[in-house]
């Protein structure tokens, strides 16, 4: 009879000592819990404050380059355009050279005013003739920037992306430490249960 109360007595320390360990490990799992937690919130914030940030950056940035580009491109047309122009009248005053050129001595002055008129309107054409290949320089530089910003956008798409996973991951964990923690809770319940059973057990005898 003695030996079986002190075997209850041990039974009892041991269980006593187990929920004490159950009780700890709970601590430390909500501990742990806690701290994933405020980590994944904190790094969250930051990585969307950056990612909205740069993304509005880029966006203004397309937005300018796409303007200056359709300004650009409507200088050029003018360009093509007044370069037509000029084109035509040329022909035009060629038709009137060559035709004075048949007449008599006395439209020589006209000739010359013509002949002016033509150099001058060579000169222009090789102004907008040297003014539209700047222009499309300028375009396919501008071009090239678009190509650049709009592949920086992606790069900084998939940063989100690939955070988004490890935030998922991170809060997969989370979710199994919850479990583990109410499976710690559980066993320590059924050990207090365990133990209180045990504890009226020793009271009656």
Not at 4 to 27: P, T, V
Not at 139 to 147: T, W
Not at 173 to 187: A, C, N
């Amino acid at each position: 009879m003695h030996e079986r109360y002190q075997i209850n007595i041990q039974q009892l320390e041991d269980q006593k000592a187990e929920n004490a360990r159950l009780h700890q490990l709970a601590a430390n799992i909500q501990a742990n819990l806690e701290h994933y937690q405020n980590a994944i919130q904190q790094a969250r914030a930051e990585q969307s404050l950056i990612v909205e940030k740069q993304q509005i950056q880029f966006q203004q940035k397309l937005t300018e380059l796409q303007y200056e580009i359709s300004l650009h491109q409507k200088k050029s047309q003018e360009s093509v355009q007044l370069l037509n122009q000029n084109n035509a009248e040329l022909y035009h005053l060629k038709e009137q050279y060559h035709s004075l050129q048949k007449n008599h001595e006395n439209q020589m002055r006209q000739l010359q005013e013509i002949s002016n008129e033509l150099s001058v309107f060579k000169e222009r054409c090789e102004q907008h003739q040297r003014q539209l290949q700047i222009y499309n320089n300028d375009i396919k530089n501008k071009n090239q920037q678009l190509m650049e910003f709009v592949k920086q956008i992606a790069i900084v798409t998939d940063q989100r992306d690939r955070l988004q996973k490890n935030l998922s991951d991170a809060e997969d964990k989370i979710e199994m430490l919850r479990q583990e923690k109410l499976f710690v809770i559980q066993e320590k319940s059924q050990l207090e249960g365990h133990l209180k059973h045990l504890e009226k057990i020793s009271i009656a005898r």
